[in-house]
């Protein structure tokens, strides 16, 4: 795959408290055939844990940098999405500390920028399999983007539907050349991960290479601890209760940004798209995309719904879009 091995290629690590993760990812970094890159490591943590996993690791590439004050998950990885170079870099790209890279990972994303001349790319991920919260898992047979995109490149509207079943856009998959015209950072646009990723498709500019050839390992959210038991039953109830209304208010997010690229596609793309899908993973997330629309207030029928459940549906998108108030800034 051809490639231009004199450009610079740098990639930001934001961590906080998962030290055998972050080296797992630092040596998967290590590890890469294309030599030419800087990382730097972006610690969230007050007292700078992540330094001397960085310092073990001994290669004066990799630099750490303690953020002054907590930004928390969601900020930390939008620093990390600076647009520019942020260590001179021509290429850059996100590693969350608990995921990591395989030995191609950067030779084969430049080659496919350079290919198809392009300046963003989204790259396919082996989804990780997590037995043990917070221990390296194991490879699975599912990948990131095998479901939502052909190999290929597509405009920016031509991956928003993806956002009627999905979030449209995985932090680890994206690759880009520092002199693009995408913005990824959202700001204090939202404070939600899934949101935040979705936020990021919508502010595409400019065409994304789609590639399904899978360069890195996605790990899903360790699974939570029991938090039942021992606790009060009034701290049990607020746990509940707090949890029920950030859900709702998560909801009420993913049907503002949602709706913004329903409207931007127009009703009549969307239906070509999903007449245009053919794979049978597609065909069973039909239902769930006809209700995100209905939710969104588009009346379209795309299953044998019965009218009372689309009524319902597009009851709920209304009063969640009129009558709950978000701090969601599109």
């Known amino acids: 795959m051809s490639r231009d091995s004199s450009a610079l290629c740098e990639l930001r690590i934001p961590t906080f ?30 007292d700078g844990s992540a330094r001397s996993i960085v310092q073990a690791i001994q290669d004066h590439r990799i630099d750490h940098l303690q953020n002054p004050q907590r930004l928390g998950a969601v900020g930390n990885i939008d620093k990390s999405f600076f647009r520019g170079p942020m260590l001179g870099g021509d290429y850059a790209f996100v590693l969350e500390d608990d995921n990591y890279l ?3 990972h950067i030779e084969r994303s430049i080659g496919i920028l350079s290919e198809n001349n ?18 390296p898992g194991r490879i699975g047979k ?14 920016p509207d031509e991956l928003l539907p993806a956002l009627l ?11 880009w050349r520092t002199d693009c015209l995408s913005d ?10 899934g949101i935040q990723e979705s936020l990021r498709l919508l502010r595409l500019r400019e065409p994304v290479y789609v590639s399904l050839q899978p360069t890195s390992v996605w790990r899903s959210r360790d699974p939570p601890k029991s938090c039942a038991s021992r606790k009060p039953i009034l701290a049990r ?3 509940f209760a707090s949890n029920g209304i950030q859900r709702v208010m998560a909801e009420t997010e993913g049907i503002h940004c949602r709706s913004a690229a329903l409207r931007r596609l127009g009703k009549e793309r969307v239906l070509n798209y999903i007449a245009r899908n053919t794979s049978p993973d597609f065909f069973y997330r039909v239902a769930g995309i006809e209700r995100t629309m209905l939710l969104c207030g588009f009346n379209t029928k795309l299953t044998s719904r019965s009218p009372a459940d689309r009524f319902i549906w597009l ?13 969601l800034r599109l």
Not at 169 to 175: C, K, L, P
Not at 316 to 326: D, S
């Open 17 to 46: 408290r998962r030290p055998k993760l972050l080296r797992r990812a630092l040596l998967s970094v290590v590890e890469q055939t294309y030599r030419h890159w800087r990382c730097v490591v972006l610690d969230d943590c007050p």
């Open 102 to 104: 395989l030995p191609d």
């Open 118 to 135: 392009a300046r963003v790319a989204f790259c396919n991920q082996y989804c990780e399999i997590v037995d043990v919260p917070g221990e």
């Open 142 to 155: 599912e990948k990131t983007l095998n479901w939502m995109y052909d190999e290929g490149i597509y405009s």
């Open 165 to 175: 079943f999905s979030h449209g856009f995985s932090n680890g998959a994206a690759f």
């Open 184 to 193: 990824f950072q959202i700001g204090g646009a939202t404070r939600r991960e």
């Open 237 to 239: 109830f607020w746990r």
């Open 315 to 327: 009851l709920l998108g209304r009063i969640a879009r009129y009558l709950i108030p978000t701090r």
